[in-house]
C-alpha cells in the first residue's frame, strides 16, 4: 500500500485536490476514500467540512502510468505489461524499434531504470524497486547470465579454484549471487570499480 494522507476542504473536490497536491501525484495514481461530506448543518448555520483519505496506488502500477506517460511524450507506440518474478516487480516494455532505449551493453535502459525508480520512489514517499525491461532484454540476459553462473559453479566445484566473471552491471552481479546461494561448496565475492565491477566465484570446501 503506498502513501495516504487526509484531507479537509469545503468540498470532497476541494479536499481530494488538497491532498492531490500534497502527495504530488494526479487523481490515476490513487485511491479515493470519502470519509465524511460536506454539510451545511442546521438552517446552514454551522457547516461541516468534508474530509478524505487519499492513497497512492501500489509501486508497480505508478512505475507502469510513468512509462506510459513518456512513451506518450516520445510519441512511441508500446505495451506496458506488469508481473511478479522472484519476489520483483517486473516492468515489461514491448514494441517496435524499441532497441535505442536499450543502448550498448543495456547502459541506456539502466539509466532509464534510475529514473523511473526516482519518481517512484518520490510518487510514493518510500524506497522501493521496480524492474525496467524493453523488448525481453533484461529477461534474456538474466537466464544468460544464471547458466553463466551455473557453469562458473560447476567449474569450481570440479577444479577447486576461484574463478573471476567479467564485469557485469549491480543487477547481473545480483542474479550470479543469487544463484550461487543456491549451491553449497562456493560462495561469491564483488571485485573492483563500476563499471568494471565483477563476480568472484570461490570454493568454500577446503577438505
Known sequence: MGSSVQ???DSAQEAIDAALEELGVGPE???????????????GLRRGRAKVIVTVKD???IAQTII???ADLLDVDCDVEIYVEDD?????????SLSWLIGHHGRTLDA??????????????????????VEGYRARR?????????????????????????????MERKTVHTTAGQYDGVSTISEGSEPDRYVVIEPTDTD
Request: negative net charge; aromatic residues 2%; charged residues 30%.
Open 68 to 70: 506510459e506517460e513518456m
Open 88 to 96: 520483483e516487480t517486473w516492468v515489461a516494455v514491448s514494441g517496435e
Open 142 to 170: 538474466k537466464r544468460e547470465v544464471k547458466e553463466i553462473a551455473e557453469r562458473t559453479i560447476g567449474k569450481v566445484l570440479a577444479q577447486q579454484e576461484a574463478s573471476a566473471l567479467r564485469p557485469m552491471s549491480a
Open 29 to 43: 495514481e490513487v485511491d479515493i476514500e470519502i470519509v465524511e461530506e460536506a454539510n451545511k448543518g442546521l438552517l
Open 112 to 133: 532509464l531504470q534510475v529514473v523511473v525508480g526516482a519518481i517512484v520512489n518520490k510518487r510514493m514517499k518510500a524506497s522501493v524497486r521496480v524492474i525496467l525491461d
Open 59 to 61: 509501486h508497480a502500477y
Open 7 to 9: 484531507a479537509e476542504g
